[in-house]
């Protein structure tokens, strides 16, 4: 490889409240990354937990009617940890008025500059990037804004394959007991995501076991309680930690957007005011916030930094050795693969997502 290129696939600008924008791929080179800027300004209220990923409903690849890459925002933002092991670039602001800013690059290869892996446009007929957005209530009607950018391999030739991630089945739970899925076989499998979420809930209430099954007990992959699967997503994968400006509310508690919540450490910005937070593993944090002579105290500007596992409470399970394709989960080798999930309540929305190493034509 001689170096690299960065491109403004699309230069930032100013987008409606909600929409879809279609970008065109018009780029020869292949492709290591492609990263997706979304950016969101508070109303004239302070704007509590609602960082600009989560109004990304759909982040897609396509060529024609062949859907390459399918996520949302906060599934593209836990592809990316789970690959760099960090959060990504982002500034998250909830103070009322504040802007708040995310960039979720989308990674093709096992690692940047990945010779092997890439996405290689000029192997489409008609390669687009399509992004769909919906406005959050806490959100200004006038503040989004939205851009790309690719970084592009100079002197190498296109891949023929590039790593994927792409949602193969989303639904609601109707109720608690096994939802069974019959995975595809076409592709190997390098990390199988699976998400459980509802903002004021513990993502081990919403999913209480997971099993993957070959051939009706040929091979059994893992057969894990929740914690169980935790522990094996915590012999991974390390805890990675993101920052933010937030109001405190003393007594109440608010979403990290890490369903295992290790670490939490506040400093208030505000003048004879107090600031702390307390965790317990979940999800969230209890919030305490004191005015110098003890009483409870609200909307308390702080700075906070969140340690922990399972970003916006998506497990993740990486098959063989991450730098080793030939060591990947081989799902050609059997007629059935099938994922069993036990929901344990009804109304919680599900996702099933797997990264593979997809053929370009």
């Known amino acids: 490889m001689d170096n690299y290129r960065e491109v403004d696939l699309l230069p930032v600008k100013a987008v409606g409240a909600s929409g879809t924008e279609t970008i065109d ?10 990263a997706v800027y979304f950016k969101a300004v508070n109303g004239a209220a302070v704007a509590d937990a609602v960082p600009p990923e989560g109004c990304i ?6 060529d024609g009617g062949q859907v390459y890459w399918s996520t949302t925002g906060p599934e593209a933002l836990a592809a990316y940890v789970y690959e760099t092991n960090r959060w990504p670039s982002a500034w998250y602001d909830e103070r009322l008025s504040a802007g708040q ?4 690059p989308l990674l093709f290869g096992r690692y940047i500059g990945d010779e092997e892996y890439a996405f290689s446009p000029s192997r489409l007929l008609n390669p687009q990037l399509k992004i769909t957005w919906s ?36 639904w609601t739970s109707s109720g608690t007991g096994i939802e069974s899925t019959d995975l595809p076989v076409d592709l190997n ?14 993502w081990a209430e919403l999913l209480t076991h997971l099993k993957l099954d070959c051939d009706v007990g040929k091979l059994i992959v893992f057969d894990k309680s ?42 208030s910005g505000t003048l004879a005011y107090f600031a702390n937070a307390w965790h317990a593993s979940a999800g969230r944090y209890w ?10 105290a609200a909307d308390v500007s702080s700075v906070i930094d969140l340690r922990g596992y399972l970003p916006w409470s998506i497990l ?28 344990g309540e009804a109304a919680v929305p599900f996702g099933i997502l797997l990264q593979r190493p997809t053929t370009l034509p």
């Open 25 to 34: 791929i018009a780029v020869t080179e292949p492709l290591t990354s492609l």
């Open 226 to 267: 929740q914690y169980g699967f935790l522990d094996l997503v915590k012999d991974a994968f390390p805890a990675v930690s993101h920052g933010a400006t937030i109001s405190m509310d003393d007594g109440t508690w608010k979403d990290a957007f890490v369903g295992n919540l290790e670490g939490c450490a506040v400093n």
């Open 287 to 296: 919030q305490l916030s004191k005015t110098d002579a003890g009483g409870a």
């Open 189 to 202: 499998y390098r990390k199988l995501y699976v998400r459980a979420y509802v903002t004021v809930r513990l």
């Open 135 to 170: 406005r959050n209530a806490l959100h200004t009607t006038t503040g989004y804004q939205l851009g790309v950018r690719v970084k592009a391999m100079q002197g190498v030739t296109p891949p023929a394959k590039a790593l994927m991630v792409k949602n193969v089945r989303s």
């Open 57 to 62: 409903d759909k982040i897609e690849i396509v």
């Open 101 to 104: 800013n995310i960039d979720l």
């Open 316 to 343: 993740c399970y990486p098959f063989g050795r991450q730098q080793e394709p030939a060591t990947w989960f081989k799902a050609g080798n059997y007629g059935q693969v099938r994922l069993e999930l036990t929901q």
